[in-house]
């Protein structure tokens, strides 16, 4: 049975879309197949069924638009370069960086969240703490009104 909100959002089709999104980004990073074959190869799986696809493409297709961008916002929040993070957890990051940067309609804490949790599924046993401090960092700088506001 599906929990849609009062705006049509399944939540939960947003979080399985976001894992697959985490899958292909990976893939496309370790494969450098072209961005367009990874998310045919990915629609035709399926438990893609389950996943918001228009979600799941707009991440996708965002992230591979916009590395050289997202990778440089992160620049500043990191410390090592981009290319020395584990992939899992440079693809969440990415991922993550482009919601809050082109995604304003989803409040930053789900955002995070979300990174976290996925990173908990598929990274290394404690990137999740990484995968946190970074958005965080990240998130006040670039959602500072709507940090500000959450925390007051």
């Known amino acids: 049975m599906k929990h849609q909100r009062a705006d049509g ?3 939960a089709a947003r979080s399985r879309a976001r894992r697959r999104a985490l899958q292909a980004v990976y893939a496309w990073q370790i ?10 190869q990915f629609r035709n799986e399926q438990d893609m069924e389950v996943a918001d696809l228009d979600y799941f493409e707009d ?23 981009v290319e020395q993070i584990d ?30 949790e996925t990173t908990k599924r598929f990274g290394a046993e404690h990137g999740h703490t990484y995968i946190n401090g970074v958005l965080d960092r990240a998130a006040t700088r670039w959602r500072e009104a709507e940090v500000a506001a959450t925390r007051r």
């Open 87 to 116: 992939p899992i957890e440079r693809a969440v990051l990415r991922i993550a960086t482009f919601e809050l940067q082109h995604r304003l309609d989803v409040p930053y804490r789900v955002i995070i969240n979300e990174a976290i």
């Open 59 to 81: 991440l996708v297709k965002g992230v591979a638009k916009h590395a050289a961008a997202l990778d440089a916002a992160l620049t500043e929040f990191l410390d090592r370069t």
């Open 31 to 40: 494969s450098a197949t072209p961005i367009l074959t990874v998310i045919e």
């Open 9 to 11: 959002i399944d939540p």
